[in-house]
């Protein structure tokens, strides 16, 4: 059975810091996502990594992926407010399902 | 083009009684994901459909709970007898493809309760 494991699973952080947060999953795997989810809303989708080494980057966030590692980064630059919401990552298997990370719950202080 | 559209968006049941929840996927999907989100988890599969057929129903509870997504209409989620722990919310995601590459786009969820 397909395990994706988030860390941290809380964090704050400071307006201005850079941080990273870390997906790890157990089996093959070459399709991951990142996913945003705001307060009692629904999942905004912010990366597809579909392949080794593939790096996103939007705004002040960048994904990666390495497949051989069976890990992916979120990595957070000089934060800001906007940013406090839960990420999620999922990793796609055969037959379409996503199984989905723990979230991690960032919240960014002034 | 509209997003996927889940109705209602809130839904308050008495345990015993039946809940459907309603997904309609964005134009030229044809492949529909449910999901469920218990409070302060993520989210946990349920069932995957292309239209009149299920293709994976390996996270649908055993008993109460059913599937759907007729030729013509949204798909639907059926909940029968509720109970409290049935309370969470229930997202609904579709694709136009299904497996390598595929992005699937999420409704805004129902969120059942159930007293």
């Known amino acids: 059975e397909l395990k994706v494991e988030q860390n941290p699973l809380f964090l704050s952080m400071q307006e201005g810091k850079n941080y990273t947060i870390y997906c790890n999953y157990s089996?093959?795997?070459?399709?991951l996502y990142w996913y945003r989810q705001d307060p009692g809303k629904s999942l905004e989708s912010l990366f597809v990594?579909?392949?080794?080494?593939a790096v996103k980057q939007e705004g002040r966030l960048m994904a990666s992926l390495d497949t051989k590692a069976r890990l992916s980064t979120l990595h957070i630059t000089a934060a800001v407010h906007d940013l406090s919401a839960t990420y999620f990552c999922?990793?796609?298997?055969?037959?379409?399902?996503?199984?989905f990370g723990e979230g991690t719950q960032l919240t960014v202080n002034p | 083009n509209a997003g996927v559209m889940q109705n209602p968006r809130h839904l308050v049941r008495r345990r015993g009684q039946e809940a459907r929840l309603r997904c309609s996927p964005m134009?030229?999907?044809?492949?529909v994901y449910w999901y469920r989100q218990l409070p302060e988890e993520g989210l946990k599969f349920m069932v995957y459909?292309?239209?009149?057929?299920?293709?994976?129903e390996s996270g649908m509870p055993k008993e109460r709970f059913s599937a759907e997504f007729p030729k013509e209409g949204p798909s639907i989620l059926r909940i029968q007898q509720v109970v409290r722990g049935d309370s969470a919310a229930y997202f609904c995601?579709?694709?136009?493809?299904?497996?390598?590459?595929?992005?699937?786009?999420f409704g805004p969820g129902t969120r059942l309760t159930v007293t």
């Open positions: 995601a579709s694709s136009p493809i299904a497996g390598q590459g595929n992005e699937q786009y």
């Open positions: 089996t093959t795997s070459d399709r």
């Open positions: 990594l579909l392949s080794n080494g």
């Open positions: 999922a990793v796609g298997t055969s037959g379409s399902r996503l199984t």
């Open positions: 134009k030229g999907h044809s492949h």
């Open positions: 459909l292309q239209k009149e057929n299920i293709i994976d």
